[in-house]
């Protein structure tokens, strides 16, 4: 049974930084193309906003658009875990933030490629 499990999420000021964490079992974790998406408040499944991606090597990352030069995402193999870490937080980044992955050598920013999904971690940002 596959399992992805983010942690770190919590109401922070503008400003401030935070880490995500997310660590995967049931899956070769080293073979997946790991990704975080985020739902803002209101928002319906299918319209979570694509933040970060990276490869199953850890080789290359893309970025949304909103979140370039400020968030970045990691991975240790090792631990199965990827990490967002977040810094600059505004308002607007406040959202559930959602791991996912899919196994395949590339990085897609689109969710429904993705094939497994966490629960979710709340991100709120207060001014």
């Known amino acids: 049974q596959v399992q992805l499990v983010e942690s770190g999420g919590g109401v922070v000021q503008v400003g401030d930084s935070l880490r995500l964490s997310c660590v995967g079992s049931?899956?070769?974790?080293?073979?997946?193309?790991m990704g975080w998406f985020r739902q803002a408040p209101g928002l319906h499944r299918g319209e979570r906003d694509f933040v970060a991606t990276i490869t199953p090597n850890g080789g290359a990352t893309y970025y949304g658009d909103s979140v370039k030069g400020r968030f970045s995402i990691s991975r240790d193999n090792a631990k199965n875990t990827v990490y967002l870490q977040m810094s600059s937080l505004k308002p607007e980044d406040t959202a559930v933030y959602y791991c996912?992955?899919?196994?395949?050598?590339?990085?897609?920013?689109?969710?429904?490629?993705?094939?497994?999904w966490g629960q979710g971690t709340q991100v709120t940002v207060s001014s």
């Open positions: 049931g899956l070769a974790f080293n073979i997946q193309n």
């Open positions: 996912a992955a899919r196994q395949s050598s590339r990085a897609a920013m689109t969710s429904p490629l993705y094939e497994h």
